[in-house]
């Protein structure tokens, strides 16, 4: 089969590879889409995955193509990236973003750049007929999104601001709208972005505190922004990640003690059998409508014309995809 493979930092290749076997208790999936996560340019460029060579991606769905249960085949599917160890105490509470030895597609092990995969079974979210491949691809982050929504209790009339208007911070706004937030706000350094963000329907200014800030770019200047945005007894939901330190000031510390705001982080998503961001993602994603997203599509072929594209960001770009 033909994949995008990790040799080194910086130095990624289309080429042959093994097709892999399924084992007992597997499916193997041909991959119709992958999305490129932001987290996955400083894995190409300047972190690596943790091994090499590496297949990377985590955002994909495919076609279940072989399975033990024939019932399967045929099937469209998302995978949850995140293998659980299911021997810590993370894993037997079934919180298995917070597992402590994990393992991982795209990043830990070969993930979703490939023509074709073959995971667990316990790993696949079958998806609704009528949803494209490229709106399956995209229930990582989709789910991602409604879990940081989650963490901050939202009530309906609820007035909501996100920092960062990229995929993620979109999917979050969508959500927050959904769920009957009274006012959505986005905000962004970025003017296409917030043109965009305008011609979907939501506010790009504050001009009232809110019950609810979610911090998604990781830098400091948002996160004081968040902390000050926020109402009496508000939250705050921490979602960025950081490319580098962070840092607050006194004057915002002190909001946090005068206002007495929650503080809440995110982590991934939940995935398990009382709680499961993946299945309301995927059996919500028409209603949500994120198919706009998707700025660029390219051929596995492209993959280094698709990373250059993000990491030089000459031009705009919201979620970039593989389509096979």
Request: hydrophobic share 40%; with cysteine; charged share 20%.
């Amino acid at each position: 089969m033909k994949a995008c493979v990790l040799h080194a930092i910086n130095d990624l290749r289309y080429e042959d590879v093994t097709t892999p076997a399924r084992n007992p208790g597997e499916v193997l999936v041909e991959i119709k889409a992958s999305g490129i996560c932001g987290s996955d340019i400083p894995r190409v460029f300047t972190k690596g995955t943790y091994n090499f060579p590496t297949i990377p991606g985590h955002e994909f769905g495919g076609k279940i193509i072989e399975a033990d249960d024939q019932s399967l085949v045929g099937k469209k599917c998302a995978i949850f990236p995140l293998i659980p160890c299911r021997g810590c105490a993370s894993c037997e509470s079934g919180n298995y973003a917070q597992c402590e030895n994990y393992n991982y597609f795209g990043s830990r092990c070969d993930g979703g750049f490939a023509e074709y995969i073959s995971v667990p079974i316990w790993n696949i979210v079958i998806a609704p007929d009528d949803l494209s491949y490229e709106e399956i691809a995209m229930a990582e982050p989709c789910a991602v999104a409604l879990h940081s929504l989650e963490q901050a209790r939202l009530d309906a009339g609820n007035s909501v601001a996100v920092f960062g208007a990229g995929p993620i911070g979109m999917m979050i706004a969508k959500w927050a709208k959904f769920k009957g937030a009274s006012r959505v706000c986005l905000i962004d350094i970025d003017p296409e972005k917030i043109k965009r963000a305008k011609a979907a329907g939501f506010e790009t200014e504050i001009t009232a505190p809110v019950d609810i800030a979610i911090e998604g770019a990781g830098v400091s200047a948002t996160l004081e922004q968040a902390v000050t945005c926020v109402k009496p007894f508000g939250t705050v939901v921490l979602m960025g990640n950081p490319a580098k330190e962070m840092t607050l000031s006194q004057k915002a510390y002190w909001e946090i003690l005068r206002k007495e705001l929650t503080l809440k982080g995110t982590w991934n998503s939940s995935y398990s059998g009382t709680r499961n961001d993946w299945k309301n993602a995927l059996t919500c994603m028409k209603t949500l409508d994120i198919s706009d997203l998707v700025s660029h599509k390219f051929n596995f072929s492209e993959c280094n014309e698709a990373f250059a594209l993000m990491n030089d960001r000459k031009e705009y770009f919201s979620k970039v995809m593989f389509v096979n």
